[in-house]
């Protein structure tokens, strides 16, 4: 059985999702159920996403899809939980019809650390997550990793700063990107094809640059953006 504050915030946003397709944000979600702060809402969003009733759509901004109602949804109903038709809400086909709010936060996997300095090797399947602004992001597919280390300073990234990432598999010359190693070491550095090498670069001059040949570096993405906690 759903809280009522559960129940009040399924149903609202499924009745959103009905009238214009588009879940509500965070800010209308606390407005709507009467709540001071958006933490509450994360909690109720997460305790109804762990019980079923809804699921998150990964890096798009208020994008809920709601798989499930209470049987006391509808007057009347005995029936048990039953799927319903999926409505989602994507942006990249409503934004130029209805409005956007560009505050809501996107919420991206968080990876692990990745070293600025001597090459580790890259977690994976963490399960933590990281809201962070549309604005900082692209139009691909995007992550988030923890900086370990400081052989990218003179670049601007720091030890315990938060790097985004978007996923590709090739970059331009001097662009800083994710470089997996020989198939299991992941570093963040600066990229520069030489002939038939690949150099990766620091922006320290106390480390050096690293060359290898093209079988033995994958790029895993490319820096966009940088998060620092003061």
Do not use: W
């Amino acid at each position: 059985m759903l809280t009522k504050k559960q129940y009040q915030l399924l149903t609202h946003i499924d009745e959103r999702l009905n009238d214009t397709g588009i879940s509500p944000s965070y800010d209308e979600m606390k407005d709507a159920l009467g709540l001071k702060s958006k933490s509450g809402i994360h909690r109720l969003i997460t305790a109804l996403e762990e019980r079923g009733f809804i699921r998150r759509l990964a890096h798009k901004a208020r994008a809920l899809e709601v798989l499930k109602l209470p049987e006391n949804y509808s007057a009347g109903s005995a029936a048990a939980d039953v799927p319903l038709k999926v409505v989602q809400a994507d942006f990249a086909k409503t934004a130029t019809s209805l409005p956007v709010s560009a505050n809501d936060p996107v919420e991206l996997p968080l990876l692990g650390k990745i070293a600025a300095g001597t090459p580790i090797e890259a977690l994976r399947d963490s399960g933590n997550k990281i809201e962070v602004p549309p604005s900082m992001l692209g139009r691909g597919e995007h992550y988030a990793l923890e900086i370990e280390g400081d052989s990218m300073i003179e670049a601007g990234i720091n030890d315990g700063d938060t790097v985004l990432i978007e996923r590709c598999d090739t970059a331009e010359n001097g662009t800083i990107v994710v470089a997996l190693v020989d198939g299991n070491e992941v570093t963040l550095k600066r990229l520069r094809r030489k002939g038939d090498s690949i150099a990766l670069e620091p922006a320290n001059k106390d480390y050096e640059t690293r060359i290898f040949g093209p079988d033995r570096v994958n790029v895993q993405g490319r820096l966009t953006a940088l998060m620092r906690k003061y």
